[in-house]
Structure formats: structure tokens, C-alpha cells
């Protein structure tokens, strides 16, 4: 059960219902953690926001859920990691390259050294090395995508926290964590 109560879209008002609306139209639900974080308008706001946000950027879906995966399971939220993995699937990410993911790997090099980034930011709290960021410069990404991943980082790891602080019921097929050998 949750800690806080989740909000309906019956019960909403304003801003937080039209979003919720938006949501809805998204995904053909409202997921319990927007329901969770539409507790808070402005969480709600900028949750959906950076979520559009980075839906146009330059790495693309099966490369963001695939950082979603990788921080998701780093963090231990069952929550996202099943989110995430339904999200990649339907992105056209295999089961496979998601259970990778889970592990920062991929078989694609230029996707394996981003899920190695981001799992060192996350790990590191952020205090990488120039070498960090070099070895994804390596790969053949610009500093473009070296910011975009740090925006995913940084949006995944509020999920996180949202989806482990406040309980939110996992309404996704849920995949099991993969513990860091």
C-alpha cells in the first residue's frame, strides 16, 4: 500500500487533471506513480515535463529505457524496472538486451559505454572523472548525449526514490532484480 494516497483523475482538478488527462491519453492508464506524485502539482509537472522533454532528445527511446533499466536496477526500484522494461519492449528492445541493460551491458558498444556512464554517475554520485566522460566521447557520442544522460539519470533517480519512499504498487509486469555481482 502506498504511503501517500493516489490521486484519480475523477478527483483531480486544474492542472493536476489535465495532466493526468495527458497521462491517461499516453498510456491508456495513469500509472500509480504519477498517481503517487500527483500529490504535489509541481512534482507532477515537472515529472511529465522532463519526461517529454527527453522523449525528443537525440539518444531515443530504446537507448533511455535501456539507462532507465540500468539505474532502476542499480537502485533496487522494482517499480521502474518493470515500468521501464514493459517501455524498452514496446520501443523495440529486446528481452534480452534488457536484461543486459539491467547489468549496464549491451552488445552494441556505443549503447554499452552510455549504460556504463550512467551507472558510474549513479554509483559515483555524480563525481565522475574527464576519463569517465571521455570513454563515452570514445564511443563516437558528443557532449550532447553526455548531458542527456545525465538528464535521464537525474529523472530516473526521482522515480526511484518516488516509486522506494512512497510504496507505490508495481502496476507493470514485474521483472526481477538483477543484483550487482
Request: proline residues 3%; contains cysteine; glycine residues 8%.
Amino acid at each position: 500500500m502506498s504511503h501517500v494516497p493516489l490521486v484519480t483523475r475523477e478527483s483531480a482538478t486544474g492542472t493536476v487533471r489535465a495532466q493526468l488527462d495527458e497521462i491517461y491519453d499516453a498510456f491508456g492508464t495513469v500509472p500509480t506513480m504519477f498517481r503517487a506524485v500527483a500529490q504535489s502539482p509541481a512534482a507532477l509537472t515537472s515529472l511529465w515535463g522532463s519526461f517529454g522533454a527527453l522523449a525528443g532528445g537525440t539518444l531515443g527511446a530504446a537507448v533511455g529505457e535501456q539507462i532507465a533499466v540500468a539505474v532502476a536496477n542499480r537502485n533496487a526500484c522494482e517499480y521502474c524496472l518493470a515500468a521501464h522494461t514493459a517501455l524498452g519492449r514496446k520501443a523495440g528492445v529486446t528481452r534480452e538486451e534488457l536484461a543486459a541493460a539491467q547489468d549496464g551491458d549491451s552488445d552494441d558498444p556505443r549503447t554499452a559505454a552510455l549504460l556504463r556512464f550512467a551507472l558510474t554517475v549513479v554509483d559515483l554520485r555524480g563525481q565522475v572523472t574527464a576519463e569517465d566522460v571521455q570513454a563515452v566521447r570514445d564511443q563516437g557520442w558528443g557532449d550532447e548525449q553526455v548531458v542527456e544522460v545525465l538528464a535521464h539519470v537525474a529523472l530516473n533517480l526521482f522515480t526511484n526514490y518516488v516509486n522506494i519512499a512512497l510504496a507505490v504498487p508495481v502496476d507493470f509486469p514485474v521483472v526481477g532484480l538483477r543484483r550487482a555481482g
